[in-house]
């Protein structure tokens, strides 16, 4: 098996060799250079031996004095081969050696040839047949060290033969005549073997080559596999998982009690700015945003990285003082809020929220210091547009309690432990409850009472919502069969839910088997937000509800993406207007127009609106003069419990319209 420095050779002399045949001529040399030593200490101790059975015949400089003169040389090149071959990577080079050694073999048979005519004269009975064998060995035997070389081998063998001929068939062309034709039988058949270990040498050349090749080929793929799985090809910036390992090499590299500082970005006003001018118009923004943000970063010895979507993230060293911090924090906000020019030649401007840890705190890896920017990132998202927030002490103390109520929620006997309330719908024309919207409330036995503002978000961060939802179904069915046929209940799915084909499947299979008659007294709400991620996935879960007849509402109209597109495409069945609007609707005449707009719409398209969070006397005046009939809110009703609601679905109470709850006399039931 070849070693590194076999496979680092024939890298080089493949990348060196002009063509096939100059890379087999290297290795060609190369496995000749490696046997000369053997080859030359092959024929001084033959030739040796031999001048030592002449010693008692021959002159001394026959017998010692040649073959000494041939040890010499032979050490001489020995050592001249070691320190100037040892690698063969220059065909050139291997060119001209190989044209040395071909003369050189040329005049090494001249010599022992001339050599053994010279003992020849003293040679008697044995001794000449000592040197016909001597004569008719040497050539093949010397030749075994050069048979990755065919020419050698043939320069020899032909050199051998001639030396043969000359010096012995001449002398006897009888005995020695039969002898010539087994050996250049036996010659050609060693020259055959030397060609064919050639054309094995061409094509280990050929398969080194196809391997090295594909090796080359495979690393370059590696290489390329390892920047995509590792990068981002829309921006070219680090990935999720790139940057996890350069927090992770940023913390371990930061000396004892020094944190690097991670930051979390997020653009507002992105998913819109997609929407309208398309997914190209939304690449060009954030190919800008990166380049931006690289820039900023950069100045403060930070790197960035597109964590997915439209959120990125960046990390500044440990020597990054807070001032600092901040100050790249805000030139990434103010850099990013700059004009962008979209593909279609318009510009537009997007926003950025960014969420930072703090060095405040004591944490044992760079995930603590990711999950403090992460929390920060939802505080800041919560806050003015373009805000920096720091992870603090109060995000500490809230970071707690949501962990507290992650784990009791994730621990928690869902049905046993969600109860709902109901806030009536009013029609103030009659004051009849046309519809009660169901509210979860969790009252968990470790921490008591959590209002909904506090797990319902916590739930979604946590992917929980499905096994809420499921529960709130449940109990809506229960309710509805205790109650009278004449009650509605409504139900909120949230973007999670109404975006998950798994979440609308099972709450479509739990519908399906209840009555006809009861699955047309539930109406699903679900917000303008919830159908921005993936408006036709929306579209096909909400229509399983519909053909199961099932109502829809549209809830917080206003506050979104606002869109005609949703009214004809989803068909909803009622609109709710937003609380801000009926908030501000006694003092701001636009808000008066806008509920008075929305409410013709609906009533045009047959749409039942509703006007949500009527808190005041005022309020309610203002949204009935402009059309809107139904109404939910304190002014009527907090949410009251399923027993507490009961006599108004019965009639044992009711409204008038104008918020007083007015007792029925007492009836006679005989």
């Not at 003169?69 to 291997?94: E, G, K, M, T, Y």
């Not at 869902?414 to 919207?437: K, M, S």
């Not at 046929?485 to 209840?514: G, H, K, Y």
């Not at 808190?615 to 949204?623: A, F, G, M, P, Q």
Request: charged share 20%.
């Amino acid at each position: 098996m070849r070693n590194l420095s076999d496979i680092k050779h024939y890298r080089t002399m493949l990348q060196n060799a002009r063509s096939l045949d100059e890379a087999v001529m290297m290795e060609q040399m190369r496995a000749t250079s490696q046997n000369l030593t053997a080859l030359y200490s092959m024929l001084c101790v033959a030739s040796l031996s031999l001048g030592l059975s002449f010693l008692d015949r021959a002159p001394l400089y026959l017998t010692i004095g040649l073959p000494c003169l041939f040890i010499v040389a032979s050490i001489l090149r020995i050592n001249h081969w070691r320190d100037s071959h040892v690698d063969v990577i220059d065909p050139d080079r291997a060119r001209r050696d190989f044209k040395v050694i071909e003369y050189g073999s040329l005049v090494i048979f001249a010599v022992i040839g001339g050599w053994v005519a010279m003992l020849w004269p003293y040679a008697l009975g044995v001794q000449e047949s000592q040197l016909a064998l001597f004569t008719g060995l040497i050539g093949p035997v010397g030749m075994m060290c050069s048979m990755p070389r065919p020419r050698i081998v043939a320069v020899g063998l032909t050199g051998t033969l001639l030396v043969f001929c000359l010096v012995f068939v001449a002398h006897d062309p009888y005995f020695y005549g039969f002898m010539v034709v087994p050996m250049a039988v036996s010659y050609g058949v060693f020259f055959k073997v030397s060609y064919n270990y050639k054309q094995r040498i061409v094509q280990s050349v050929m398969l080194h080559n196809e391997l090295i090749s594909e090796n080359e080929r495979a690393s370059g793929l590696a290489e390329s596999n390892r920047f995509l799985a590792l990068s981002d090809t829309l921006t070219g910036l680090p990935n999720r998982r790139r940057f996890f390992e350069q927090i992770n090499l940023f913390f371990e590299r930061a000396p004892d009690g020094e944190l690097p500082i991670v930051g979390l970005v997020d653009l507002d006003g992105f998913k819109p700015l997609n929407d309208v001018f398309g997914h190209s118009a939304g690449d060009a923004v954030l190919v800008e945003t990166a380049s931006r943000m690289k820039a900023a970063a950069a100045r403060f010895g930070g790197t960035v990285a597109r964590l997915g979507g439209d959120e990125f993230a960046y990390v500044l060293p440990w020597n990054t003082s807070r001032d600092d911090a901040l100050k790249c924090s805000n030139d990434l906000v103010f850099a990013i809020s700059n004009p962008v020019m979209l593909p279609s030649g318009d510009t537009s401007r997007v926003s950025a929220s960014v969420g930072l840890s703090s060095r405040s705190f004591e944490v044992s890896s760079a995930k603590d210091l990711l999950e403090q920017a992460d929390f920060a990132l939802f505080r800041a998202k919560e806050s003015a547009v373009g805000s920096v927030v720091e992870f603090s002490s109060n995000h500490a103390a809230s970071k707690r309690r949501e962990v507290l109520v992650h784990q009791a929620f994730k621990n928690a006997d869902l049905d046993r432990e969600i109860h709902l309330v109901f806030q009536p719908i009013i029609d103030t024309r009659d004051g009849a409850i046309r519809r009660c919207e169901a509210l979860a409330r969790w009252d968990n036995p470790e921490i008591g009472m959590v209002p909904p503002s506090e797990f319902v978000p916590i739930a979604e961060k946590a992917g929980m919502t499905q096994e809420m939802t499921l529960a709130v179904f449940r109990k809506v069915i229960a309710q509805l069969k205790v109650w009278p046929e004449t009650a509605r209940i409504a139900v909120n799915l949230s973007a999670q839910d109404v975006n998950s084909r798994q979440c609308t499947d099972l709450l479509a299979s739990m519908l399906i088997r209840q009555s006809p008659d009861l699955r047309k007294r539930i109406c699903i709400e679900v917000t303008e937000s919830s159908l921005l991620t993936d408006f036709k996935e929306v579209r096909n879960n909400l229509m399983k509800f519909r053909e199961l007849g099932v109502k829809i509402a549209l809830d917080d109209f206003g506050t979104g993406f606002s869109s005609l597109r949703y009214l004809q495409e989803l068909e909803f069945d009622i609109v709710k207007i937003d609380r801000s609007f009926i908030a501000s609707i006694d003092f701001k005449e636009k808000s008066f127009g806008l509920v008075r707009t929305i409410s013709r719409l609906c009533r045009s398209l047959s749409i039942a609106c509703v006007a949500e969070g009527v808190e005041t006397r005022e309020e309610l005046d203002y949204v009935r003069s402009a059309g809107c009939h139904l109404v939910q809110g304190y002014y009527f009703s907090t949410p009251l419990t399923a027993e507490k609601m009961q006599p108004y679905l019965e009639g044992e109470l009711t409204f008038d319209g104008l918020g007083s709850a007015l007792p029925l006399q007492a009836r006679d039931v005989a």
